[in-house]
């Protein structure tokens, strides 16, 4: 039974409207200018048959006509990506505007929207680490919850890196799909985004476990050497001694984290944003294979009607037909 992969539209609507209107007028014109000279126009009548049987084949070449069914191996493959979200006070510091978080949500957007086909996970933390929004493929949803991110979410305390990485671990073992003989695990990212303060007391064993588990950490400091003050109502936050407490950016922890797992460290400031080359390489990480299954799918043979419309083409450069003699 002959089918259709692809239905007649209004593109091909306005191109066949196009040819025939040009090439009619094309058709009107020899014939207006070979009347002075006694000349019979029409006779590219003898071509207008196989030209236009020529553009008909090349529109069902287009259109895709399928007849017969073909077994197909279909293989599916992807990469989870966790969010890893710095929200302790310091990343409302204005070193970097609007804000270092403000800012990292921007840049996180467009991580997101650039994955589509990945699943993607969201884990907020400070001093604890919580699963904002599991791994998922619905872009919208997670766009919406990465909106809504703000330093309240989570308990005020010392920010400690270790939290997220082992709820990261954590889900992953629960989460990931199950070696078998068609499928193997699927590869995991990690984005780690904080300011790089960090006052976790095994944040070394942690990593030892990322390492073995083969997920690659990139880091993402956001922030600047020289620092800025963490605004609250009706100021800024204050040191022991009274002053305005000033967070700076501490890229050296963040740059092992990525470095022992072969990931990349990069920053974000007003002045440095080299956010794409993170894109770039997560784009690298090759998700692995996840099922290898046959699926039976109708057979293209636009060839056919393609090689006809091409044959007619070359006959008609090849026979020529004059119609005004000198």
């Known amino acids: 039974m002959l ?11 306005l191109l066949t409207a196009g040819v025939l209107l040009l090439y009619f007028g094309y058709v009107w014109r020899t014939v207006r200018l070979s009347r002075p000279l006694g000349m019979s126009g029409w006779r590219l009548g003898w ?12 529109l069902v070449a287009l259109l895709g006509p399928a007849y017969g069914l073909t077994q197909r191996a279909v293989r599916t493959a992807g990469k989870d990506v966790w969010l890893l979200v710095d929200l302790s006070r310091s990343m409302d510091a204005t070193d970097v505007a609007p804000s270092r978080l403000q800012k990292a949500k921007a840049e996180l957007t467009e991580l ?11 884990i907020v933390f400070s001093s604890e680490a919580f699963v904002h929004c599991p791994l998922t493929y619905d872009q919208e949803a997670l766009l919406l919850l990465l909106n809504t991110l703000d330093t309240r979410l989570v308990p005020k305390g010392s920010t400690e890196l270790a939290q997220p990485l082992q ?3 954590t889900r992953m073992a629960t989460s990931a799909i199950k070696p078998d003989s068609a499928s193997a695990p699927r590869a995991t990212a990690l ?3 904080s300011d790089g303060e960090d006052y976790s007391e095994n944040v070394e064993g942690v990593l030892r476990e990322v390492v073995r588990s083969g997920m690659r950490l990139y880091t993402v400091g956001v922030g600047t050497a020289a620092g800025g003050r ?4 009706g100021g800024y936050v204050r040191d022991s001694q009274g002053k305005p407490a000033l967070t700076r950016l501490q890229p050296a922890v963040l740059r092992r984290l990525s470095e022992a797992t072969g990931g990349v460290y990069v920053e974000l400031t007003d002045r440095r944003n080299e956010f794409p080359l993170l894109l770039r390489a997560i784009s690298r990480l090759e998700g692995q294979t996840q099922q290898v299954r046959t699926v039976t ?3 293209n043979r636009y060839l056919y009607p393609l090689a006809a419309a091409l044959l007619l083409l070359a006959l008609d ?4 037909v004059t119609v005004v003699k000198p």
């Open 297 to 299: 799918v109708a057979d």
């Open 47 to 58: 071509k207008a048959l196989p030209r236009l049987l020529a553009f008909g084949l090349l």
């Open 191 to 193: 984005v780690l985004v």
């Open 317 to 320: 450069v090849v026979i020529s």
């Open 112 to 122: 997101v929207q650039r994955f589509p086909a990945d699943r993607i996970g969201l």
């Open 167 to 169: 709820l990261a671990l």
């Open 230 to 233: 963490i605004p609250r109502a």
């Open 3 to 13: 089918t259709w992969l692809y239905s007649w539209s209004i593109w091909e609507a």
